[in-house]
């Protein structure tokens, strides 16, 4: 880029700085130039500026994280209501905040899907019955409330950046999570996946009966 607004303003490039976003000509401030005003000058002074780099993390940070969830039991039909969930996790260093909430929430509601609906259904013939979208019952938006994120930054020292994977580490909790929410709603615990409505009931009566 020094090289670039050089050429432009026909200068020595050791006499060019770049700080802060702007380039200057250090024997006339009032050249100056913003890395947008270049941008635009890229392809009529030589074409794009390409740059790569490599990293070697020493090794993956190990992931953390704490789930906590409301759940509402229907004792008649046996669904499972996520009234609130919380997920807190230790990401390293969130470069990209939003980014981060949003993998943590992705993460937490495909787990909360494994935890109460997804399942494969076969006949007894192993023909899986539920192959379509229409019968494999995953959680949509109508079905969660919102799911709060909250970011924990404890930095991985063993990579350059700090970072920890996110996406991984919060699809696990929930199944837990749930189980234990549903064993403190009713007295039940569940022990095989998914936690599904019938398989609630049948646990249900099971207790009622004995």
Known sequence: M???????W???PTDVTYEQGVLTYSKNPELRMTFKELARRLNGTGGPIAGRANV??????PGFAVHIVDVEVDPETGKTQILRYTALQDAGKAIHP?????????????GIGWALNEEYVYNPEGQMVNSSFLDYRMPTSLDLPMIDAVIVEVENPGHPFGLRGVGEVSIVPPLAAIAN???RATGV????LPMSPSKVVEALSEKQGS
């Open 181 to 183: 929410a549903i064993y």
């Open 56 to 61: 070697s993390p020493r090794g993956a940070g």
């Open 2 to 8: 020094i090289e670039r607004a050089a050429k432009i």
């Open 189 to 192: 615990r569940m022990r095989q």
């Open 98 to 110: 939003s980014y981060v909430e949003g993998q943590i929430q992705g993460g937490a509601v495909q």
């Open 10 to 12: 026909e200068v020595d």
